[in-house]
């Protein structure tokens, strides 16, 4: 059977490779990328069965990923993370 394969999006590169570690420990392909172009770009080049994204980077944010994403494949599921958040945000 085939593993899921999940895009991970996000600039912090530590991050990044601690929760590719930590999906590929649960039986998952992951996808690490390190921007949302480079996300888009592997979206449109390979099978992606899910997109985990941080939601502050420079350049494309997680929403205009989120948009982005909605436009190619509207039934992706995507979740979108933060280290930034509050209860008043």
Same mark, same amino acid.
């Given at each position: 059977m085939k593993h899921p394969n999940i895009l991970? @999006?996000?600039d912090d590169r530590n991050f990044l490779r601690v929760l590719?570690?930590? @999906?590929?420990d649960c039986g998952f392909h992951a996808t690490p990328v390190s921007s949302g172009k480079e996300a888009l770009e592997r979206l449109r080049a390979e099978k992606i069965d899910m997109v985990i994204t941080d939601l502050k980077?420079?350049?494309m944010d997680g929403i205009q990923l989120l948009a982005a994403i909605r436009e190619i494949s509207p039934q992706l599921p995507v979740l979108v993370l933060t280290a930034h958040g509050s209860i008043d945000k």
């Open positions: 991970l @999006v996000d590719t570690y930590h @999906v590929r980077m420079p350049e």
